[in-house]
């Protein structure tokens, strides 16, 4: 596949690198994911670690080269990996017999639902593997709880602190058994509620920019979607939610009930979130707005911002300085 004057060889990396400086031609491969039941054959993919030094947004990027690979004639699909994850020889230069087997474990990462780690370390390379995108130089400290990983994409300098759970909430995590237990445990009740649909259209997609740091003891679920931006710093104690329990059936338990459809929370650059705070479903805070401890935030926060409170309430605001003439 990289042979030379090939669409698919190492000029064509070359000339990659050099319209994007968040790569480098020796840490990029191409590959031809063999043909599955959904393609009609191989296709090629460009495997590239990120290099950069610049804060980024990966899902951004991954368009912005895929766009580039079609304008040169190379199209293919895109995955942006961490530094270190190619296979290299003493050499420095990526072994390309190794990319394969070494793709293929990823893809069969992808496959854990589960991540359950006890110890006091971080995160091992291999787990890193079953997120959808775990960026360069993030780390996960462990003691953690993660579901789902697949549905996650961690971006660059990304930290996570130490007894952090996440909940993601998928289609596949009912499993098909949406009010299995409410018919088993009540069945003269369970027919009062109408379970039918209720684990339908839930992407359940999370985000962490580059450079978000989260305190100890987090607490994410996400059915939705939950995007935190670039540069987000929170205390210790934090739960975000974009969905809640159904309470109003008042006949069945609210833990035998699905949770809501729920509603995207987006977090945005630069935000700083205080000790023990709440964010609930279908919140927007704004760019640099700052939320103070203890607080519980229900309605939109405006960019350059502070809220406080339960319910959380704007306090000040505050805009940049003019830029000078």
Not at 124 to 150: L, N, Q, V, Y
Not at 162 to 181: D, E, H, S, T
Not at 190 to 204: K, Q, Y
């Amino acid at each position: 596949m990289s042979q030379p004057g090939h669409p698919y060889d190492d000029k064509s990396l070359m000339a990659l690198a050099g319209r994007f400086p968040q790569f480098q031609a020796s840490r990029m491969a191409w590959f031809m994911e063999p043909a599955d039941e959904a393609s009609a054959g191989p296709e090629p993919v460009l495997l590239a670690e990120f290099l950069g030094d610049k804060a980024d947004d990966v899902r951004l990027l991954r368009t912005e080269v895929a766009k580039a690979l079609v304008e040169t004639g190379a199209p293919a699909a895109v995955e942006i990996v961490r530094s270190g994850w190619l296979p290299v020889s003493g050499g420095g230069q990526v072994v390309k017999e190794e990319v394969a087997a070494r793709h293929a474990t990823a893809v069969a990462a992808k496959k854990r639902t589960m991540i359950e780690d006890g110890s006091f370390a971080v995160l091992p390379e291999d787990a890193k593997d079953c997120f959808r995108h775990f960026g360069t130089m993030s780390k996960i400290r462990t003691p953690c709880e993660i579901s789902f990983p697949e549905c996650i994409s961690i971006g660059n300098w990304v930290s996570f602190g130490r007894y952090g759970k996440i909940v993601m909430l998928p289609k596949k995590a009912f499993g098909g058994a949406c009010g299995k237990l409410a018919r088993q445990h009540y069945p003269e009740l369970a027919d009062t509620f109408d379970f039918t649909g209720w684990d339908e259209d839930r992407p359940a997609d999370l985000y962490l920019g580059d450079g978000t740091t989260l305190g100890d003891r987090y607490f994410i679920i996400c059915t939705q979607s939950v995007e935190f931006g670039r540069h987000v710093m929170t205390a210790s104690d934090l739960f975000v939610s974009d969905c809640h329990h159904l309470f109003e059936e008042v006949e069945l338990p609210p833990v035998l009930l699905p949770p809501s459809k729920g509603r995207p929370v987006k977090i945005g650059d630069h935000v700083w979130i205080g000790i023990r705070c709440s964010i609930l479903e279908g919140v927007t805070i704004g760019r640099h707005a700052v939320v103070a401890a203890h607080s519980v935030v229900k309605e939109d926060v405006p960019l350059y911002s502070l809220a406080a409170g339960t319910p959380a309430r704007i306090r000040r605001q505050f805009a940049p300085k003019p830029s000078a003439p």
